[in-house]
């Protein structure tokens, strides 16, 4: 299985600031990747497919790179609404993993 | 709207049966792959399988294969999850996922259900 490892584990930041989420496959898996924004309680939401395609309804301060191995998300100019938990997933070979998360912090 | 809707949380003892349910409407069923994740308590998010109702051709995560069966039934427009003999462990909340471009596995989940908290203990 391909595996997939996120970092950091968590992450505090403030109002305003531009922030940057990693994640790292094993192998290739070309631009096959999704991220996720959950809240406490609720299911995940879609943010970014194909590695940088914006889910429609998705604020514009959310944007994704990268290809191959190495993906990053960012959020620029955060907001306190955007305190969560963020999952990658790649979808280019099954099963579909996640990575483990990364919870995000308003300070 | 399209939604998938879930049945309510569910409470059993160790070795008990259970089958939990998504059903969705306002879109065409049997065309998009339904996916199940599992959620721990505290924990993150785990892939578990992922069906076709149209043909219900099943992928399961080796991780899950034997521990589960994933189901649907397209007349009723319902994808299920079920164990045979639950286990502490099996305690989590389930959610139900659709795939967002019709007939094709390559593509993430764009819509989910509202999850169902299945709890396991004697």
């Given at each position: 299985d391909i595996q997939m490892t996120q970092s950091p584990s968590t992450l505090s930041a403030s109002v305003g600031d531009r922030v940057t989420i990693t994640c790292r496959a094993s192998?290739?898996?070309?631009?096959w990747l999704a991220w996720y924004q959950q809240k406490p309680g609720k299911a995940p939401k879609l943010?970014?497919?194909?590695?940088s395609s914006l889910e429609s309804g998705v604020p514009s301060r959310f944007s994704g790179s990268g290809s191959g191995t190495q993906f990053t998300l960012t959020i620029t100019s955060l907001q306190p609404d955007d305190c969560a938990t963020y999952y990658c997933q790649q979808y280019n070979s099954y099963p579909y993993i996640f990575g483990q998360g990364t919870k995000l912090e308003i300070k | 709207e399209v939604l998938l809707v879930q049945s309510g949380a569910k409470m059993r003892e160790p070795g008990e049966s259970l089958r939990i349910s998504c059903e969705g409407s306002g879109y065409n069923f049997v065309s998009y792959w339904i996916g199940w994740v599992r959620q721990m308590p505290g924990k993150g998010l785990e892939f578990m399988g992922i069906i076709y109702p149209d043909d219900s051709d099943t992928r399961y995560s080796p991780s899950f294969q034997g521990h589960v069966t994933i189901s649907a039934d397209k007349s009723i427009s319902t994808a299920y999850l079920q164990w045979s003999s639950l286990k502490p462990s099996d305690t989590a909340i389930y959610y139900c996922a659709r795939l967002?471009?019709?007939?094709?596995?390559l593509d993430a989940f764009n819509i989910w259900g509202q999850g169902t908290m299945v709890t396991v203990s004697s």
């Open positions: 192998q290739s898996i070309n631009f943010l970014i497919y194909k590695a | 967002s471009t019709s007939g094709t596995l």
